[in-house]
């Protein structure tokens, strides 16, 4: 069983920041497309964000193009979501996914393995 392992979530104000991480598998972080998705209470998991193996490339979701940053550390086997300027309708449970397909895709079943989720809490 692959366990990709997300933190960093919490209880922020609106305006503030967060940082989440996630640590996979050497095995299965190797040249994997990683990617962020959220679920909001009574919502459909949604995209947030996805970053090539190598990356070079990444993709956002228009809700948080600007405010969100993906980025990887390949020695460390981890993947990050820097969030800046949250709103609390950033409020959800946080999910990192894997796959290693052959690009990056906002689409949740290209993406093989998942985490368990991390809860953020954005206050008003």
């Known amino acids: 069983q692959v366990q990709l392992v997300e933190s960093g979530g919490g209880l922020v104000q609106a305006g503030g920041s967060l940082r989440l991480s996630c640590v996979a598998p050497e095995q299965t972080f190797s040249s994997a497309n990683m990617a962020w998705f959220r679920r909001a209470p009574g919502k459909e998991r949604e995209f947030v964000a996805a970053?090539?193996?190598?990356?070079?490339?990444?993709a956002y979701a228009d809700s948080v193009k600007g405010r969100h940053t993906i980025s990887r550390d390949n020695a460390k086997n981890t993947v990050y979501l820097q969030m800046n300027s949250l709103k609390p309708e950033d409020t959800a449970i946080y999910y990192c996914a894997a796959d290693h397909s052959s690009a990056i895709s906002p689409l949740a079943f290209s993406y093989r393995y998942w985490g368990q989720g991390t809860q953020v809490t954005v206050s008003s």
């Open positions: 970053i090539g193996w190598y990356g070079g490339r990444t």
